[in-house]
């Protein structure tokens, strides 16, 4: 149950009166076997977050050419070291609770579950422009959910940042931010992230699974993709 006071004036001829009223609102917790469950049967991919569904938006082409990119130049090296790579359909179960479909991502050793993971070794995210607010996502609920559309950026840098970094393997967490030619790098410890790496034109990053030169990817993005 949601409990706010909201404070309202009214103001009448030459005098004002202020009155408290206190509005309760049910909001839909969701367990995350009950999401797991409506996922499966679900024509739209969503996200959990703190027991609350949101339904997420189909990427640009710039975002899956970039994701797509980055798979092929870590996908041989992870093979190679006895990992499993994988693109934007598997999910990852945070030690809180979340769950989050990350747009790259590697896992070593043994699957938690067919259909999620909870340790992964490495984690991309390529970061969306920052689109105007927009509704029609949906009530909250398993099926439906709320929109998560806008200000992906800043979800994947804080929200997503700290609940991946909840898992005790995860070595690297890598933002891509194609509009800026940069990546932000987090190598996180403990359960948390200590510090954050920019690279940006003439960089590469090193990860356990090979290369990522900043350059070369965008430049690929560049002449590969066909719209803005």
């Given at each position: 149950m949601l409990t706010g006071s909201v404070r309202i004036d009214r103001r009448g001829e030459g005098e004002c009166s202020a009155y408290d009223r206190v509005v309760t609102e049910a909001i839909a917790f969701t367990p995350f076997e009950t999401y797991l469950d409506h996922q499966q049967l679900a024509e739209r991919?969503?996200?959990?977050?703190?027991?609350?569904?949101?339904?997420?938006?189909?990427?640009?082409?710039?975002?899956?050419?970039?994701?797509?990119?980055?798979?092929?130049?870590?996908?041989?090296?992870?093979?190679s070291g006895g990992c499993r790579p994988f693109t934007s359909n598997r999910l990852v179960r945070t030690l809180g609770g979340n769950a989050y479909y990350?747009?790259?991502m590697v896992a070593c050793g043994p699957a938690a579950h067919r259909l999620y993971e909870t340790d992964p070794a490495l984690i991309v995210e390529v970061l969306s422009p920052t689109l105007p607010p927009r509704?029609?996502?949906?009530?909250?609920?398993?099926?439906?959910?709320?929109?998560?559309?806008?200000?992906?950026?800043?979800?994947?840098r804080r929200e997503k940042a700290v609940a991946y970094a909840e898992s005790t393997l995860l070595g690297l967490l890598l933002l891509v931010d194609l509009s800026n030619r940069r990546m932000e790098a987090a190598r996180p410890a403990g359960g948390r992230i200590h510090d954050?790496?920019?690279y940006g034109p003439g960089d590469v990053v090193s990860t356990a699974f090979g290369d990522i030169d900043v350059d070369v990817l965008c430049d690929a993005v560049?002449?590969?993709?066909?719209t803005t």
């Open positions: 991919r969503h996200e959990l977050v703190g027991g609350r569904v949101y339904a997420l938006a189909g990427g640009s082409e710039r975002h899956d050419l970039a994701a797509g990119l980055i798979y092929e130049a870590l996908a041989p090296g992870a093979r990350p747009d790259v509704g029609g996502g949906g009530p909250p609920g398993p099926v439906g959910g709320e929109d998560s559309t806008s200000c992906t950026g800043d979800l994947d954050w790496t920019v560049d002449q590969t993709a066909t």
